[in-house]
Structures are given as C-alpha cells and as structure tokens.
C-alpha cells in the first residue's frame, strides 16, 4: 500500500502518454495535463528517485518510461541558453505583451515597454483608454500605431504600417503589413478566445488556411494563444512556422499567471492573500523560414498584466538568404 500513489503516478503518466497519442486533445483530462506536463515531469522524477532509492524496479520502470518521454520534450529547452549566431540580414526585436484589461499600471507597462525598446510590439487586452495612457508613455515619436479598440489589440512599430485589417471571427486577429529594411513584412497579432478549444482550434486553422499559409513573403504570428506548445492548435502552426522559444528559448518561459494576480485563501476567518507564480506558457512568437532565431526569453516583470511578455530577438536574412527551403525572394 505504501507504493501505491507513485504507482498512481506512474500509471496515469503512461495512460496520458497513450491517450494524448490515440486521441490528441479531445479529452478534458489530456488537454489539462499538456498544460501542466513541466510540473508533471518533476512529479515522475521525484517519484522515480523514490523508487530506484528503495530499489522497486517493476515501479522504476514505470515511472521511467513518461519521464524520458518529458525529458525529451522539453530537454532541448536547457540546450539554447546561449544566444545563436548571427548569420547576417536585418535584426528585428518583436515583443508580445497581453496588458490586461483590468491593469490600471500604464506607466509600469510603458516602462518593460521601453527597457525592452522592440521594434516590433504586438499588444493584446488593451482598453482604448490604456492605450492612450501607453501612448503618452511611450513617446510616440517615430512610432507607428495600428489600434482595434473592437478586439482591443494593438500593433505598434518602428517601421512605417502599409496597411492593417482586423477578423474578430479569425481568433480574434490583427494583420498589418510593415516596411522594414529590407522589404515588407507580415505581422499578425492573435488573442485566441477562450471559448471551447475545439472551436478556437477551428477560428485557428482559418487563420492559418486563408492568411498565413498563402503570404509568400515574410511574416510574423505572435500574441496569445491561450493554448501551451502540446496542444494539437501549437502543432498545426509549428507545420508551417517556427516558434521563437523553441528555436531559441532557455527554459520553460512561462508566462502566465504572474504574481500581480492574487488569490485569497480563507484561513481562521482572516484573507491572507499570496502571489501565484507563472506555471503555463500560452503566449508565442511564431515566424516564416525568412527568419532565424537569435534569442528568445520571457521578461521578469510582468508591469501589473497578469502575463509576462515575451521577446524575440529575429534577423530577417538578406539578399533571399532563405532557410528551410522556401522560396528566394530575390531571384
């Protein structure tokens, strides 16, 4: 009886494995587990170290199988923490940053805004009168501002906005095309719905199927997805783009919640309230094969959102330098 709760753990890891593998995410139980499978994986080592100390081999070997499986996953997370070279082209620092509707702190915001200084920022949950309150903060000068007070998304850049479009029905979307450097680049902003998932995965595809999937030239998908790098939505877009975090990233990134979103627990008829730390990433930078990586991490300071930015440090290759076999742009 004493080996019965890792062997519970060990069990419900292979069947999630097993499931996640004959189902995808149409069960509750599996969809929450990709959210939490970090968490997981210290869970099973825990659990295994148990079992090799007290030599339980039959329940070593169960608690092995899934944590390799882990350790395979997100191992390679531990293996880019040095920034990757730089093959030459146009370096564009791009930043997503959910505000929150409720965060009242522009000024905090205007300040990670501009310590970070991108070039390209994608803004999501931002109330037209926060958006004024950044503004002013952010020194506008040479700044240029796409704003949907509708799906309250918002995309400011340093290189002048050709032309912008909004499909609250494509999971909530923001596109507008930019004059970069060294031609036009595609910029999409998300914040998927949070509705059921099999309908945010849908609103997700005919995103991909009718914008991004067609643009031949260089883009950019980023925002908040409200889904984790397991889910079978975060598959169906790495098919066709490239994750910064996990071409670059070091560590987990986790990005929400963050410690500006208190919970209170009810203790001796007092509300003691303490900080929850980031345990799930649901906010990506995507991009096309005219892109490399240089560096991707999630800021520290969430500046009062209950998400933490991310950033990806990006070149756009020059001279048609394409990888991955897409096509050269200069013929």
């Not at 519970?8 to 593998?21: D, I, M, S």
């Not at 397991?230 to 990134?253: D, K, P, V």
Request: charged share 15%; glycine share 6%; hydrophobic share 45%.
């Amino acid at each position: 009886m004493k080996w019965l709760p890792l062997w519970a753990v060990g069990l419900f890891a292979n069947f999630y494995f097993l499931l996640r593998f004959l189902s995808g995410d149409q069960l509750l139980w599996v969809r929450l587990t990709n959210y939490f499978l970090p968490w997981a994986g210290l869970m099973l080592a825990s659990c295994f170290g148990l079992s090799v100390v007290f030599k339980n081999r039959k329940l070593s070997v169960v608690l092995f199988i899934p944590l390799f499986l882990v350790g395979v996953i997100y191992a390679p997370l531990f293996w880019n923490c040095k920034p990757m070279a730089n093959a030459g082209g146009q370096k564009i620092k791009v930043m997503s940053y959910n505000i929150w509707s409720n965060n009242s702190r522009m000024k905090a915001c205007a300040a990670v805004i501009l310590k970070e200084s991108p070039d390209i920022l994608l803004l999501q949950e931002i109330r037209p009168e926060q958006m004024s309150a950044l503004a002013l903060e952010l020194r506008p000068e040479g700044l240029n501002m796409a704003f949907d007070p509708g799906t309250e998304q918002a995309i400011i850049s340093r290189y002048p906005i050709k032309g912008s479009e909004v499909w609250f029905w494509k999971n909530r979307s923001q596109k507008a095309v930019l004059e970069a450097p060294l031609g036009p680049v595609t910029v999409i902003n998300v914040h998927a719905y949070k509705h059921g998932w099999l309908e945010r995965h849908r609103l997700m595809e005919a995103l991909l199927v009718e914008e991004v999937i067609p643009e031949k030239g260089p883009l950019i998908l980023g925002g908040d997805f409200n889904t984790n790098d397991r889910s079978e939505t975060y598959r169906m877009i790495q098919q066709h783009l490239t994750n910064a975090h996990a071409e670059a990233g070091c560590g987990f990134g986790f990005t929400f919640p963050t410690a500006s979103k208190f919970w209170s627990l009810r203790l001796l008829g007092s509300l003691p309230r303490f900080p929850l730390p980031a345990l799930i990433r649901i906010d990506h930078i995507f991009y096309s094969s005219h892109f490399t990586t240089l560096k991707s991490y999630t800021v520290s300071d969430s500046g009062g959102s209950d998400h933490l930015p991310i950033v990806a440090e990006l070149v756009l290759q020059d001279q048609g330098r394409i990888i991955k076999g897409a096509v050269n742009l200069n013929p």
